[in-house]
């Protein structure tokens, strides 16, 4: 009785969890910049998240099937809403970021590089 409870807690509780990322993504919206999110940290996340649903699959553990589906589908959203901000996947330059710098052609020739202001 006392693990059937507490296994429905840790599923609950992780499930929560894992929508707190829907936070981040509410945010990212609202300022219409991702540029307080590390990308490389979200993307590690959501592939935990995939780590562990497939294992939870594997083994058929309905706890870890929840929670890591919440996790991945929530991850997953996150991480494309904040990719999506910063622009061409291509080309990371034209990302809008804090401390990236602008370099450009005069009609002279030359280069010029002019850091772009803190945030």
């Not at 059937?4 to 990322?21: C, H, I, P």
């Not at 005069?106 to 945030?119: M, Q």
Request: net charge positive.
């Amino acid at each position: 009785m006392f693990t059937q409870f507490l296994g429905t807690a840790a599923t609950v509780y992780g499930a929560l969890a894992a929508l707190k990322t829907l936070l981040q993504t509410r945010q990212m919206l609202a300022r219409r910049s991702s540029r307080e999110v590390s990308a490389a940290f979200l993307a590690s996340s959501t592939g935990g998240y995939a780590i562990w649903l497939t294992y939870g699959l594997s083994t058929g553990s309905l706890p870890l099937i929840v929670v890591d589906t919440v996790g991945l589908l929530c991850g997953g959203l996150t991480l494309a809403v904040a990719l999506s901000l910063r622009g061409s996947l291509i080309r990371p330059a034209t990302w809008s970021g804090g401390n990236t710098t602008s370099i450009s052609q005069h009609a002279t020739g030359g280069t010029h590089v002019r850091p772009s202001p803190a945030p």
